[in-house]
Structure formats: structure tokens, C-alpha cells
């Protein structure tokens, strides 16, 4: 784990699993769960779709967690990557959204480019300078290689933690995440364009 995941460790609520387990008999509880994570969630969405439609993906994903909590294990502890894991199924809904709006971004001048959703994405996933190729190396991802990027690079989820989110194994993961990582290397002529420095399975 490096020092971001540790220092999500540290600052995680306690008693997460907790809490859904006692909505299952108070769904008002659940509440707790909202007000916890959604800006989180939110800020995950938008930079993958946009603000746009972030607002309605968000409040969808805690609704949809809401209907499921009783199907939540409370012995993996963690809400997290569980709330994380339905973000990206709903984003796979918009598959076709995601990629016109990273070719959209791409074919932008970069002097017309509002601050925001490609300044978000280029900060957390490239080195700076290749915001437009970086955009349109990321819409011709295959899409589970660009979700498990996204989740590392953008919701800063340890290995683990996405395995945990997609139903993957840890070596799915790695092998998903490498990928896309020589992808967009051989992309960008060279540039690596991930921030994390994580190589192995946590």
C-alpha cells in the first residue's frame, strides 16, 4: 500500500459495515453512508463523465446501494470500494458518453478548454504536458482496462480495493492495469502517464 492508500486507511470512518448492517432494520441509518462519501463518488463521476451527468450518476449509485445493502458483506468491512464498484457499472451504461467525451476533449483546442473535467483528468492521470493525446488514448482503452486505471488513478483505490469494487482477482488487476499503463505509454511516445508508483498487488 503506498503512502495515498495508507492515508485513506487512516482518515476511512469507522464503522462503515457497521452501519449498513443496522439500516437493514433502520434504512434510515443509511443516511450515515450518504453524507460519508457521495461528494467522493461525485467527484469520481464527473471526471470520468463530466459534471453533467454526474449529479444524477451519484445520487443513482447510493440509491442502488441503498436497494442492495441487505446483499453488502459486513465481514469485508469496507463501503468504499463496494460504493465504487456500482459507480463504474453505472458508467458502463454510458460507455459510448465516456468516449465521445474523451474524444471530445481531445479534438478541443487546448486555449478553449474550461477548466475542469480534462484539467481534473490530465492532473491525476498524466504528466502535464499531454492532456489532448492523453484524452484520446483514454477513449480507445478497452473499457475494463480504463475502469481499473480510472479507479487507481482517479478514486485512488489500492489493488486490493479494486478487486474488491470490479469482482476481479488481484492479478486481473495487475495485469489490467499494466495494460493500460504500456497503452497509453506507447500513446503518448514514451510519456508515463500515471501518477501512481504502485506496481505490485497490495
Not at 104 to 111: F, H, I, Q, S
Not at 114 to 132: I, L, M, Y
Not at 148 to 159: H, K, M
Amino acid at each position: 500500500m503506498n503512502e495515498s492508500h495508507a492515508s485513506h486507511a487512516a482518515r476511512a470512518p469507522d464503522g462503515d459495515a457497521a452501519v449498513i448492517e443496522k439500516s437493514w432494520h433502520e434504512p434510515e441509518v443509511f443516511a450515515e453512508i450518504f453524507h460519508r462519501y457521495f461528494d467522493e463518488i461525485h467527484r469520481y463521476v464527473a471526471r470520468r463523465l463530466g459534471t453533467d451527468a454526474a449529479d444524477d450518476l451519484a445520487a443513482e449509485t447510493f440509491l442502488a446501494a441503498f436497494r442492495r445493502r441487505d446483499r453488502f458483506d459486513p465481514a469485508k468491512g469496507a463501503v468504499r470500494p463496494w460504493l465504487y464498484g456500482i459507480a463504474t457499472n453505472l458508467v458502463s451504461v454510458h460507455r459510448r458518453s465516456e468516449r465521445r467525451f474523451f474524444r471530445a476533449l481531445a479534438r478541443t483546442p487546448a486555449e478553449h478548454v474550461a477548466p475542469g473535467h480534462e484539467d481534473r483528468v490530465a492532473a491525476q492521470v498524466s504528466a502535464g504536458e499531454v492532456g489532448k493525446e492523453l484524452a484520446r488514448a483514454l477513449a480507445r482503452l478497452p473499457s475494463g482496462d480504463r475502469d481499473v486505471l480510472l479507479l487507481v488513478a482517479l478514486a485512488d483505490l489500492s489493488y486490493d480495493e479494486v478487486a474488491q469494487a470490479l469482482d476481479l482477482k488481484n492479478g486481473t488487476v495487475a495485469s489490467r492495469l499494466n495494460r493500460a499503463r504500456r497503452k497509453l505509454r506507447e500513446a503518448l511516445g514514451g510519456v508515463n502517464p500515471t501518477l501512481t508508483t504502485e506496481e505490485s498487488p497490495a
